[in-house]
């Protein structure tokens, strides 16, 4: 079974940050695209980030462009998603997701993660 982790969600503040990580335990995502997606409460889920096998080419939603940031370290087998100046918008669970037909139009992604949240409150 392909099982993605994720952690580091949280309760924070508007304009704090936030990093979040996924770890696939028991197999390799090496050769993947990797995705983040979040769904808030009564929306549909949004593909909020994708990256390249390679780490050479990213992909963002412009609701979080230029305040989030995704990477991924291939020998560690993990994702990361450092997220700066959270906005109450923000708020909802976060996914990590992959699969071997991933695209960075956020289709065809066949693992997920169980979701971690975030939320974004003063």
């Known amino acids: 079974q392909m099982q993605l982790l994720e952690s580091g969600g949280g309760l924070v503040q508007p304009g704090d940050s936030l990093r979040l990580s996924c770890a696939a335990v028991?197999?390799?995502?090496?050769?993947?695209?990797m995705g983040w997606f979040r769904q808030a409460p009564g929306k549909e889920r949004e593909f909020v980030a994708g990256i390249s096998r390679n780490s050479f080419s990213t992909i963002y939603a412009d609701s979080v462009k230029g305040r989030f940031t995704i990477s991924r370290s291939n020998s560690n087998n993990t994702m990361s998603l450092q997220m700066d100046s959270l906005k109450p918008e923000d708020t909802a669970v976060y996914y990590c997701?992959?699969?071997?037909?991933?695209?960075?139009?956020?289709?065809?992604?066949?693992?997920w993660g169980q979701g971690t949240q975030v939320t974004v409150a003063s």
């Open positions: 997701a992959t699969g071997p037909a991933a695209t960075f139009a956020g289709t065809d992604y066949d693992y």
């Open positions: 028991g197999w390799s995502f090496n050769n993947y695209v």
